[in-house]
């Protein structure tokens, strides 16, 4: 498609349950974020790949949230056992290029809004 | 660390009112400067953005942006807005060529027609 995909656009889970929030970038981006913006507040940065490698994941708040691109294309942010403090919405974005700050930055998905119950 | 201060939540204002949104950040090296829009059921796009030179910059649908180094800001500007303008903009701020963005909280703009 033309734009970055992610899925599911909703998400409601039980405290304590698995969630794996998954996102397709443009084809061809070598560059993936994933943010976390919960109510009220700003994007916040979780974690960055070039390709499959993850180069900085800085930004995830537990050992219970995990991302992976093993392919270089696709990717899945998984949070194990959530938490009701898990509850925002996952935003994805990609880029073209390895260093998307001198482009036109990053082409955002519309993120999937998690709902920890 | 660095951090985007956003001080206006909520700005409601009628069609063709001037718009200024404050951007503070707290960084004293080389950063570069963005603001980005969200539409109503829409994803975050670039409105404009900073790098060097000119610290007016010019963004697209008549917005700009100043950077004014000394009071650590980068204010949005429009001169006459439109119903269409009615958005949440955040402001990021981007520390020595890493690739990660820091966002503000975000200032929701309606404009009432």
């Known amino acids: 498609g033309a734009g970055v995909s992610q899925s599911p656009r909703y998400k409601v889970a039980k405290r304590g349950q698995d969630v794996a929030l998954r996102c397709d970038p443009i084809s061809g981006h070598v560059s993936l974020f994933w943010y976390q913006q919960a109510l009220g507040q700003g994007p916040e940065f979780l974690t960055y790949?070039?390709?499959?490698?993850?180069?900085?994941k800085s930004g995830l708040p537990s050992d219970r949230f995990f991302a992976e691109r093993p392919e270089g294309s696709v990717s899945t942010l998984k949070i194990q056992r959530t938490q009701q403090e898990d509850s925002a919405v996952y935003l994805c974005a990609s880029s073209l290029v390895l260093r998307p700050i001198f482009s036109d930055g990053y082409t955002f998905g519309s993120g999937t809004r998690l709902t920890v119950v | 660390a660095q951090s985007v201060s956003q001080h206006n939540h909520h700005v409601i204002l009628s069609e063709a009112a001037s718009l200024e949104l404050g951007c503070n950040y707290s960084y004293g090296g080389t950063v570069n400067l963005f603001w980005y829009v969200q539409y109503p059921g829409q994803h975050l796009q670039l409105l404009l953005k900073y790098f060097s030179g000119d610290p007016l910059v010019k963004g697209i649908k008549g917005f700009e942006a100043e950077f004014i180094k000394s009071k650590f800001s980068f204010n949005l500007r429009k001169p006459s807005v439109q119903w269409s303008d009615t958005a949440e903009y955040f402001c990021a701020v981007n520390a020595e060529y890493g690739n990660k963005l820091v966002f503000g909280a975000g200032t929701i703009l309606r404009v009432k027609s």
């Open positions: 790949f070039q390709n499959e490698a993850q180069l900085d």
